[in-house]
């Protein structure tokens, strides 16, 4: 039998399943009557995940359609529901009876006007609301609340629950995306992405139903999924993960050597060589970090993982290789000349006992300007290579 155009169908329900056979099909059902109720022309499809129950056969005693998705993951089963999907619009929601799809056409009428992505909001801050016993009270008062917060500050998302997994949105989105998470950050990397991109998202309240299900524990694990959504908020945003706090070594370094040199007293205190010990050791891991968050970013750009930055295209344009070589040679030259001062007082004495709180004050700063110069040709040769495959 020949599929429909695409064009045909308005609205793909995509739910991702593994061993739901107590909860399915009420699910369906909700989404059958959001279909017929709210008079749009749709499909249901379940993304089966390897289910060993009777999943399988209740989707297709009712008429769903189902797409088996061999490689585990929650954004494997999405992605393979939604690529096998014929709608215009696509709306995602776990098939564990806690979203309620007869919602379905409240999605659909803001898709209808224009927006790319729209999402639900199961917290007060947003105006949903959580039944009793459908949310840890750790993830309803810490975990959800400080995501969303993070989220907003961090990639500008105009959303107050980035971790509700009822959504809907448009195909043209979805292409735009390119996702590549393929388990719970699925739904965290379609929000940081549409934000970097500037997709038109709204958010609409919903209601969070106790889990349905008796027998099957949730997929969901607290600790795991929390750390690998962080750890995904980091690897999208190395501001934060590296340029952030490499400028704070670099300035907390300039400010030990700004009291180091002179040998300043602050009251019993005396800020010696060892100061410009400390202050030499935080400029160089604060230089390097902030050149990882430079080639982070433009490896990510590159990578189609971030979208593109006009502060990382400008940077490109005036850091080229050769002024980057240029710099760093320069810095590697002063630092030999203050090493090569050092050799000289050391040579003034007959190669005896140096007076060693003067000396450093030559010694350290050389061997920081090499390693500075150093790591500043390595990095603009780095960054040209990846630079590459943006012209």
């Known amino acids: 039998m020949q599929a429909e155009p695409t064009g045909a169908i308005e609205l793909s329900i995509v739910i991702p399943c593994l061993n739901e056979g107590e909860t399915l099909e009420h699910c369906i059902r909700k989404a059958q009557d959001a279909l017929r109720y709210g008079h749009i022309k749709g499909e249901i499809i379940v993304a089966d995940n390897g289910s060993r129950d009777d999943s399988v056969q209740i989707a297709e005693r009712l008429g769903a359609r189902v797409v088996h998705v061999a490689e585990k993951g929650y954004g494997n089963a999405l992605m393979g529901g939604i690529n096998a999907a014929r709608g215009k619009f696509l709306l995602m929601g776990d098939a564990d009876g806690s979203y309620d799809f007869a919602e379905a056409p409240r999605f659909v009428a803001k898709l209808r006007e224009g927006f790319d992505l729209v999402q639900g909001c199961r917290l007060s801050g947003g105006g949903g609301t959580i039944a009793d016993g459908a949310m840890p009270i750790t993830h309803r008062l810490i975990g959800n609340p400080a995501f969303s917060f993070l989220a907003r500050n961090m990639f500008k998302a105009r959303i107050n629950d980035i971790y509700c997994g009822l959504r809907a949105f448009t195909r043209r989105l979805y292409e735009q995306l390119e996702l590549r998470c393929v388990g719970m950050e699925f739904a965290t990397e379609m929000i940081i992405k549409a934000s970097l991109q500037g997709a038109n998202i709204t958010e609409i309240p919903i209601t969070l139903h106790k889990d349905m299900r008796v027998s099957n524990k949730p997929h969901l694990k607290t600790i795991r999924d929390g750390w690998r959504t962080l750890r995904f908020f980091l690897l999208c945003s190395p501001r934060w993960l590296f340029f952030v706090p490499g400028m704070a070594l670099m300035l907390l370094g300039f400010v030990g050597y700004g009291l180091a040199l002179p040998a300043v007293k602050i009251g019993p205190a005396t800020f010696d060589a060892h100061t410009l010990l400390f202050a030499s050791l935080a400029m160089m891991l604060g230089y390097q970090s902030t050149w990882f968050a430079i080639i982070a970013k433009t490896f990510a750009i590159t990578e189609g993982l971030l979208p593109d930055d006009p502060r990382i295209t400008k ?59 150093f790591q500043t040709i390595l990095s603009c040769f780095i960054v040209s290579l990846l630079g590459l495959a943006r012209r």
Do not use: K, N
Request: net charge positive; proline share 2%; charged share 10%.
């Open 315 to 373: 940077f490109l344009r005036i850091t080229t290789l050769e002024r980057g070589l240029l710099l760093g040679a320069m810095a590697m030259i002063a630092g030999v000349f203050l090493m090569g001062d050092a050799v000289f007082q050391w040579r003034a004495v007959g190669f005896g006992h140096l007076d060693y709180s003067y000396t450093m004050r030559w010694v350290i700063p050389g061997v920081t300007l090499c390693a500075l110069g």
